[in-house]
């Protein structure tokens, strides 16, 4: 789901930001959103909305929490702690819950998404046992801890209809819960956004919605695909005429801090969310200017598992559509890229149902056109940073970093793009300190006594257990009254002898270098401790 763009300049920074919950945009995670959302899904579910200002305080009894830890890099005072809460698990389904939360825990910050800020991160597993398995459908909630269902059959946005028992389940580990992810034992697509994470454990699409979700979240950016309404952070702009927020990773900048926009547009936009039917194919009229040279057809299906259940056509021509393997019956995204430009008028785009046999399960989620001009007016090249456009829910343009090299605008990639990965450090340093632990002690040797000042550091850079894919490094400056002690540079402990000369205060600067953050205004990688030596050990 979307952040609405308002709370960046309403609110202060805070560490769980809630957002308004739209059916026709699951979780944000698909590139779905329509102008107008149905009345009685608004009013159905307008308690959803959630502005959240700090911890919000919950009168309700959390239910009982097995807390199980999956991923655990540090203290949790000095940690992000995301938190998988059960619900729809049975009692004798508490291991399933700990091997889904596991894996999805593991499938974003392995080698991908989370990877290089993992050490900044916990992920925790708290089970508390339902009465009913699985998620309610048809706006039913099952006999479930927090109450996770479906307004209806289709693979939408799954609803939680217990919010306060959900944020006393958060608040009643303190610390340990900074972001609350609600997991329902669900194997089909499904989710939401706003203030708890809600995700299924779905193999495609659970990680698919949480990576992206958590990016709002944590980052605090809006999206990057189309036929949204909330365009702002480090991947959005207004504007190509003024320096953008990425002006920094720019691959060919102008001298203004501006670039050239690449050529594209989008001529058609559409969220049917409908089931599909043998009677009559579901088809689209749109209309193509004719001056573009290549195009893509973007669609996102369900309830259809094999080539031979569903027929795509552009104009009467068969565009080969292929399901994900093993997809199952689960939703999925596809892409079909035509490099050959439309003809200038009208043509239509058709779904048709072949395999009768699906009725009532295959469904035409959601479907985009785009066209895009030739190579020198549009550089589609993984890797390059530019100004490309967005179009929302208004047809407004707005502009991203690259073309399809984040995650907030194709769900189905693993990464984001540098702006946000630099958004994502910035983040998650506004409330974790570089400098873990400081150590004073006495140390007696053979050829005397010592005083020891040392600092335990978050294990990035050159403390890392397994070297970063990235170059980074932590640079360490010891002071002693303000004198530079250069013999003890980059060094996390010194050892001073135990003499009346020794005596002082004594300071440690310590930065963060990492090619992932190239702008640091608020110096979120830096951070220094004091000590004062006052006496010798032995005195």
């Not at 209809?161 to 340990?176: F, I, M, N, T, W």
């Not at 259940?309 to 009467?316: A, Q, R, S």
């Not at 010592?450 to 970063?468: H, K």
Request: proline share 6%; net charge negative.
């Amino acid at each position: 789901m979307l952040f609405l763009q308002l709370l960046s300049f309403l609110v202060a920074p805070a560490r769980i930001l809630g957002h308004k919950a739209y059916p026709d945009r699951i979780a944000g995670a698909d590139g779905t959103g329509t102008s107008k959302c149905p009345s009685s899904d608004e009013n159905l579910h307008d308690k959803q909305y959630v502005l959240k200002l700090g911890r919000r305080v919950s009168n309700a009894t959390p239910p009982p929490l097995e807390i199980e830890p999956l991923i655990v890099s540090g203290a949790i005072t000095n940690r992000a702690d995301l938190v998988f809460f059960s619900d729809g698990y049975l009692p004798e389904e508490r291991g399933k819950f700990i091997d889904d939360a596991m894996r999805l825990a593991q499938d974003i910050s392995a080698n991908q998404t989370f990877y290089t800020v993992k050490p900044l991160l916990n992920f925790w597993a708290a089970f508390s046992p339902s009465n009913e398995s699985g998620i309610g459908v048809g706006g039913k909630p099952k006999d479930t801890p927090f109450g996770l269902y479906r307004d209806g059959t289709e693979l939408r946005a799954v609803y939680y209809s217990k919010e306060d028992v959900a944020l006393a389940a958060c608040g009643s580990l303190g610390d340990q819960c900074d972001y609350a992810i609600l997991l329902g034992n669900d194997p089909l697509y499904g989710g939401l956004g706003g203030q708890f994470t809600v995700i299924t454990s779905s193999l495609a699409n659970g990680p698919l919605v949480l990576r992206h979700e958590l990016g709002h979240s944590i980052i605090e950016v809006g999206e990057e695909y189309d036929g949204g309404f909330a365009y702002f952070g480090p991947n959005a702009a207004d504007t190509a005429d003024k320096p953008l927020p990425w002006v920094h990773w720019l691959t060919k900048p102008e001298a203004n801090g501006t670039a050239r926009p690449e050529r594209s547009v989008m001529p058609f936009q559409v969220y049917p969310w409908t089931i599909l039917n043998t009677t009559a194919p579901w088809v689209l009229n749109f209309t193509s200017s004719g001056t573009f040279s290549r195009h893509l057809i973007r669609f996102s299906l369900s309830g259809l598992p094999e080539a031979s259940d569903l027929k795509v056509e552009l104009d009467g021509v068969d565009l080969g559509w292929v399901p994900k393997e093993d997809i199952g019956v689960d939703r999925w995204h596809y892409d079909i890229y035509r490099d050959e430009p439309l003809s200038g008028g009208t043509h239509q785009v058709a779904f048709t149902l072949v395999n009768k046999d699906r009725e009532g399960v295959a469904q035409l989620c959601s479907a985009e056109g785009l066209e895009f001009g030739n190579e020198d007016e549009f550089n589609a090249t993984p890797g390059f940073y530019g100004a490309f456009p967005t179009y929302s829910d208004q047809n407004r343009t707005s502009y991203r970093p690259t073309n399809e090299d984040c995650l907030m605008r194709v769900v189905t990639a693993t990464n984001f793009c540098k702006a946000c990965i630099e958004g994502l450090w910035l983040a998650l340093l506004q409330n974790i300190n570089l400098i873990d632990n400081t150590t004073q002690a006495c140390v007696a040797a053979d050829n005397g006594t010592f005083r020891t000042l040392g600092v335990q550091l978050v294990p990035v850079g050159q403390y890392r257990e397994v070297p970063s894919p990235t170059a980074e490094t932590y640079e360490i400056m010891w002071q002693k009254d303000g004198r530079l002690l250069e013999s003890f540079t980059n060094k996390t402990s010194v050892y001073l002898d135990d003499s009346s000369d020794t005596l002082g205060n004594y300071s440690v600067a310590v930065r963060f270098i990492t090619e992932e953050v190239r702008v640091d205004p608020k110096e979120r990688l830096r951070d220094a401790a004091n000590f004062e030596v006052t006496k010798r050990c032995g005195a």
